[in-house]
């Protein structure tokens, strides 16, 4: 393993996090702000409680799940889009790393920082509700691989497209609905029994109530299915990543 | 002297159509600087990629060091380092940042000693916590360079290293590339500048239309140059050359019979055209007048390729009878 190169791709991605630190941290910060007080006291007032846990408190993990899923995927993307934009890629092609080095560095910086802001998101949220987290080991565990397997997602989009417009469109028309339609803001057992299996259909559904269960120990759908979800997801991007370095799609000529 | 990199039977042809490299075969010997010179569109920046890494070849090897780069990639590409054609840097980053990232990415530990020695040879020192984009064409240049010889490469590639600099640049840049030489790295540079290869390198390789038309020695190349002509014109057209005239000399006669043309050797003791025009006068032969001209490097890169040129043509279908 060329762990130089590891290192060097992930203190560059994270350094450019670091640049703009203010940005980086207000925007999740006034967002989740703002989603408490949306949807915290408005609907909340109407809502006492789901499945037992207060509407503020049921709301935290959605919204750190929807952060960590925009963000790994926004991060991850942006961070090879830019130097295949710029042209600054060849530096790596003709360097003596492999795929697996180039994807760790990149992906490995995309997941941190998308993980250190859902963090500061559950920071922030300590202030609008009270609450205890179950299983805190799980807790991580979750965000972890959850941040792993969307950055991967992001590094495709971002070897795949060839301008801004495509790098934003998979995002903008396939995850945020996906996210917003995952029950990050209710549980899918409060839907009507046919919306509810089609609410099944949704792989984000699994990671949102996965991701609940480490807070709160309630669950849709059973706790194992969300791990092996996102497992196999991590695994087929990987493969992805694997074929589309060896192959040199969109790298090489 | 032992080959460093033994690029065989080389072909390219992109997925376009573009037939970029066509079976090139190339020795380069550890420790020599190799000008590759072409005209634009003649596959040079094909060859360096390929041999890089950076485009994937259609038929042959490339071995560095003795190292395939396809299957022995990692040992192949420590060796090498690459500057572009293009200027494609991170604007948003400084000189020192910059190029320990390069450091980096060839698996190498920190060693700012010697990126500090590289720098100041590329007088960036001053530079090193400047901003990229604040920094003029040629000092983003130099960080290229710099950034090449990161890793200490044993063999750096210079893809046209002086393409719109200006003159003074253009000088600093040889002299950069000439200490670099001295340390022992070996360099393979393409331009279209003949003064640029003649003024560098060791050998020269003349490409055209993906294919490599000849590798000499300078030397070699510069003993052709250092030929010149003479011409002579006749009052009276000649049906041939008296034999009387023609003795040992390589002489010859214009068409039309209104000229001689002989070829001399400018560095040769006797240059014979003392002899030649007592001679000719001694046959009665008038001349009208003389002139001479050196044959430069450029003609004989321009008649390589026009012979290229018309061996494509004549080897190409005709497509355009009706
Ligand atoms: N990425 C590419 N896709 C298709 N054709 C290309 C590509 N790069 C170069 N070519 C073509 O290959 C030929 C050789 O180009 P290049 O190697 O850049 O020449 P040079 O560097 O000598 O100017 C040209 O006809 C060019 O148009
Ligand atoms: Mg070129």
Redesign the interface.
């Known amino acids: 393993m060329?762990?130089?190169?590891v290192?060097?791709?992930f203190m560059?991605e994270m350094?450019r996090f670091f640049?703009t630190l203010t940005q980086s941290i207000a925007s999740p910060v006034i967002s989740t702000t703002l989603y408490f007080v949306v949807f915290g006291a408005a609907i909340g007032g109407r809502i006492q409680s789901v499945e037992g846990i207060s509407y503020g408190a049921f709301i935290v993990p959605g919204l750190m799940m929807l952060t960590v899923l925009q963000q790994s995927v926004a991060n991850a993307s942006f961070g090879i889009y830019f130097?295949k934009f710029?042209?600054?890629i060849?530096?790596?092609?003709?360097?003596?790393?492999?795929w697996l080095e180039v994807a760790l560095g990149y992906v490995g910086a995309a997941a941190l920082k998308a993980i250190l802001v859902a963090l500061l998101i559950l920071a922030t949220s300590f202030f609008f509700v009270d609450m205890t987290i179950a299983h805190p080991v799980w807790m991580i565990a979750f965000l972890v691989m959850t941040a792993v397997a969307f950055s991967l997602l992001g590094f495709i989009i971002g070897l795949w497209a060839k301008n801004f417009e495509q790098l934003q469109i998979i995002p903008m028309m396939v995850i945020t609905p996906l996210v917003f339609l995952g029950g990050a803001f209710y549980s899918a057992s409060m839907l009507p029994p046919f919306w509810e299996q089609v609410a099944k259909l949704n792989p984000v559904l699994y990671l949102v109530s996965g991701f609940r269960w480490a807070f709160f120990d309630v669950a849709d759908v059973p706790i194992g299915v969300s791990l092996v979800a996102v497992a196999i997801m991590i695994g087929v991007l990987m493969a992805a990543i694997r074929w589309i370095f060896l192959t040199?799609w969109r790298l090489?000529? | 002297m032992t080959a460093i990199i033994d690029v065989d039977h080389l072909s390219k042809t992109?997925?376009s159509g573009t037939k970029a490299l066509d079976d090139v075969s190339l020795t380069i010997e550890e420790g020599e600087i190799i000008a590759l010179l072409g005209p634009n569109g003649a596959g040079k920046t094909t060859l360096i990629?390929t041999i890089?890494?950076?485009?994937?070849p259609t038929g042959g090897t490339v071995r560095v060091g003795g190292h395939d780069i396809r299957t022995d990639?990692?040992?192949a590409?420590?060796m090498?380092g690459?500057v572009?054609q293009?200027i494609?840097?991170?604007l948003?980053e400084t000189v020192m940042?910059t190029v320990?990232?390069?450091?980096?990415?060839?698996?190498?530990?920190p060693d700012d000693a010697y990126l500090e020695q590289v720098l100041r040879s590329l007088t960036l020192w001053d530079k090193r916590d400047s901003l990229i984009k604040e920094l003029s064409g040629g000092m983003k240049r130099r960080v290229l360079i710099a950034?090449a010889l990161a890793h200490r490469p044993r063999v750096l590639f210079l893809d046209e290293p002086t393409a719109g600099v200006d003159v003074a640049l253009r000088r600093e840049m040889w002299q950069v590339v000439r200490r670099l030489r001295q340390e022992g790295v070996t360099i393979i540079l393409t331009t279209h500048y003949l003064e640029e290869a003649e003024e560098m390198a060791d050998r020269i390789g003349v490409i055209n239309h993906g294919q490599l038309l000849l590798v000499k020695p300078k030397a070699e190349l510069m003993g052709e140059f250092g030929k010149k002509r003479l011409t002579i014109e006749l009052y009276e057209p000649l049906d041939a050359i008296p034999p009387e005239i023609t003795a040992d000399r390589a002489l010859d006669l214009s068409e039309d019979g209104r000229s001689l043309g002989y070829d001399y050797d400018t560095r040769a003791e006797r240059t014979g055209i003392a002899r030649l025009l007592a001679d000719l006068s001694g046959a009665g032969i008038k001349v009208r007048d003389v002139s001479t001209k050196q044959s430069t490097l450029e003609e004989v890169f321009l008649d390589l390729v026009d012979e290229d040129e018309h061996a494509q043509e004549a080897s190409e279908p005709m497509e355009k009878t009706a």
């Open positions: 060329n762990w130089p190169a290192q060097a791709i560059h350094m640049r130097p710029a042209g600054t060849y530096e790596i092609l003709v360097s003596p790393t492999a040199g090489r000529e | 992109y997925d990629s890089c890494g950076l485009v994937v990639w990692r040992a590409r420590k090498i690459l572009p293009e494609a840097i991170e948003f940042n320990r990232f390069t450091r980096g990415l060839y698996g190498q530990r950034k």
